[in-house]
């Protein structure tokens, strides 16, 4: 096993340690430490070249990660052969750099910014607390002892099958009297099946145990007769395995009894104390503790922010270390300015940077968008800014252009997906609900419209924002205006149904706080919505969510007819509801949404109303492929509310612009 494991700064400044006995751990914490001696004898001497360094029983290993500066050093008893040391060093290399890229970055450059002024020198040893890397690598003890520990059982695997000697078909031997073999192998199934049979053959034919027709009234089976044929123990197994048959129903002419009538009531409200407990197992699954939202210090309920995982990443590498990758194979994503930043690498020197210097690095960054699922029309169009913000930009050197350009394409995508209205839905409710009004006038409940192509789900994730305001003290009237599809009326009631007994934050249910109001199927979809907003304004509801049927973009009838429900209802929210998956149809579908809305709303003098923001579903199938985003609201301006990423009713998260911007320029 090892002793010692380190990742250090070339300055000397150690960032994480990991000692895995006490006295290794003392060791390591004094001046004959093995590492500091390879630090002394190797690293300062300049034999770095070298493959391994030995120092009082101990052998040491390291590698470099050099444009971040970073030393990676394992260290354990030189008696121990350890296969697998160089494996874990380029491992450890890549997924350290891949999860903390950005801290390290800004840690070197800050460490740059300190050497390069004699009076910031002289004062960063008072500031040493600045960078706290507890906090900075928090989670990466986890991922180590997890690679170490499938680094480890690799090797032991590896090593259990070169000393397996190869695998031989012992003879077969067996006794005159005998029917079995002397010995067996599963790998001779075969020849044991056909030994067998010739010598049940042989003593049935040689009469053994008795005279024929006693043999004929004996058991087969009998031990003593040595008759133990295979297909004796075959008609036995067979016996053995025999089922009992299927009990027919009865079908009588006449009335039947009560017994009968309560063996045949399958009913839902028929349930006994295990059918509520299985109910109550089904009630847990539809909430997932671990995606449950936080309360503010105000006590409202906020869903989780969507994190850039890199905990996939971790997985992935690790599954590459596990699976044999070499560390020549994985030398691409030992750079910490990734391939995006190797577009960038034909810039050297101090110069000014023109159109024909950008064209072939634009190219390459349109392409590296359009893999992040990003539309080819929005791609050429963000590329197209970035490069007019770059030419007669002055650069001097490698690092200097690739932070000049990342700078430039993080900050256009920014500028884009940064909201230009409020995303607060809860301010947004709470400053209507709390506007005055006249004593002869009741208030009208704040009202959110879904609206969408089919089969993106639309009433799923309504039902997840139901939730979310249930668990805000809201009360919540559901309108069914989604009079076309089958079962779409049904659905609603089930999510209902599902709610009510979900409760709020935990305690008891959740009656009275979301109904379900539907008029069937063929009705008017504007008509149905107005009933419920008046049904939600006399009983005291405070949000209407309105789920709409799902239809194309192209086709202008139903359009006309979504358009009518907003136009007579105007509602406060129309949220338009996209999968993460789509890439250029989201330009399309969201376009002429937008368009048709405004259009059709629209009656006399007064303007259509448009898409007001979106809600994003199946985030989780996209990984970094979150480019989506990205078109969406470039073509409509509104920001995305609300991200799906589940199939519980707390799989409902926010977007906070700065991960996806990190999303859309990771590797």
């Given amino acids: 096993m090892l002793d010692h494991c380190s990742i250090m700064h070339k300055g000397g400044i150690v960032l994480w340690s ?4 006490p006295d290794a751990h003392q060791l390591a914490s004094s001046s004959a430490s093995p590492v500091n001696g390879l630090i002394r004898d190797t690293l ?10 030995e120092k009082d029983g101990y052998a040491v290993k390291w590698t470099f990660v050099n444009d971040l500066e970073l030393i990676f050093v394992v260290a354990y008893q030189r008696i121990l052969q350890l296969t697998y040391v160089d494996d874990l060093l380029g491992a450890l290399k890549t997924v350290f750099v891949k999860l903390f890229q950005p801290f390290l970055a800004a840690f070197v450059a800050s460490l740059h910014a300190v050497n390069s002024s004699a009076v910031a020198l002289s004062n960063s040893a008072s500031d040493p607390i600045r960078w706290n890397f507890a906090k900075a690598f928090e989670g990466w003890d986890a991922v180590f002892d997890k690679l170490l520990k499938g680094l480890e059982n690799k090797a032991a695997e590896d090593r259990k099958s070169r000393l397996r000697p190869a695998a031989r078909s012992p ?48 058991a087969r089976g009998d031990p003593g007769s040595g008759r133990d044929s295979q297909a004796n123990s075959d008609s036995e197994v067979a016996g053995k395995r025999k089922q009992k048959g299927k009990v027919l129903r009865k079908w009588a002419d006449g009335t039947p009894s009560e017994s009968e009538m309560a063996s045949l009531d399958f009913s839902y409200d028929k349930m ?29 309920y906020e869903v989780r922010d969507w994190e850039f995982a890199n905990r996939k990443t971790a997985d992935d590498a690790i599954a590459k270390a596990l699976s044999g990758v070499s560390d020549k194979e994985s030398k691409p994503a030992q750079n910490s300015l990734g391939a995006l930043g190797s577009l960038f690498a034909r810039f050297t020197g101090s110069k000014i940077l023109s159109e024909d210097d950008l064209n072939p690095v634009l190219e390459g960054m349109k392409q590296h968008l359009m893999k992040k699922n990003v539309a ?13 913000s770059l030419v007669g930009k002055k650069v001097g050197g490698f690092q200097t252009t690739n932070a ?20 607060d839905l809860l301010l947004s409710i709470r400053a209507k609900l709390s506007s005055p009004v006249t004593s002869t006038q009741r208030r009208l409940p704040y009202s959110i419209t879904f609206v969408g192509v089919n089969g993106v789900g639309k009433s799923t994730n309504l039902s997840k924002v139901c939730f979310w305001l249930i668990q805000n003290g809201f009360r919540v009237l559901i309108a069914a205006c989604d009079t076309f599809r089958s079962g779409a009326v049904e659905q609603l009631r089930v999510h209902v149904r599902n709610l009510s007994m979900l409760g709020v934050n935990g305690a008891g249910d959740s009656k009275g706080r979301v109904e379900l109001y539907e008029r069937g199927y063929g009705k008017d979809a504007a008509g149905i919505a107005r009933e419920a907003i008046a049904y939600a304004r006399d009983n005291d509801f405070d949000v209407v969510l309105i789920d709409t049927a799902g239809r194309m973009q192209d086709n202008e009838p139903l359009m006309r007819a979504l358009a009518k429900l907003v136009s007579v209802n105007n509602p406060d929210k129309i949220l338009f509801v996209g999968e993460a998956l789509v890439g250029n149809e989201a330009v ?42 990205l078109s969406m609201t470039y073509v409509t301006g509104q920001p995305i509310v609300f991200v799906g990423t589940g199939q519980t009713y707390t799989d409902l998260r926010q977007l906070r612009v700065a991960n996806v911007v990190q999303a859309i320029l990771s590797d």
């Fill in 404 to 423: 000049a350009v990342q700078q430039a394409l993080s900050d256009s995508i920014t500028h884009i997906l940064t909201p230009k209205t409020s995303t």
């Fill in 588 to 629: 399309d579908q969201l376009t002429k949404f937008d368009r048709a809305l405004r259009d059709f709303s629209g009656g006399g003098a007064s303007k259509g109303r448009g898409i007001d923001g979106m809600l994003v579903t199946k985030w989780d199938t996209v990984d970094d492929k979150v480019g989506a985003a």
């Fill in 376 to 388: 080819k029309e929005i791609s050429e169009k963000v590329c197209e800014g970035v490069g007019e």
């Fill in 18 to 21: 990991h000692s895995f006995t």
């Fill in 44 to 53: 300062i001497e300049g034999r770095a070249a070298e493959q391994k360094y």
């Fill in 272 to 300: 006994s104390d295990l059918d509520a407990h299985s109910t109550s197992n089904d009630l847990q699954a539809l909430v997932d503790e671990t995606s449950l939202g936080t309360r503010n210090k105000d006590g409202l």
């Fill in 171 to 218: 003879p077969l031997t067996s006794s005159p009297g005998s029917s079995a073999p002397a010995d067996s192998h599963p790998g001779t199934v075969d020849e044991q099946q056909i030994a067998r049979n010739v010598q049940a053959l042989k003593n049935r034919l040689r009469g053994r145990g008795g005279s024929r027709s006693a043999g004929r009234g004996r």
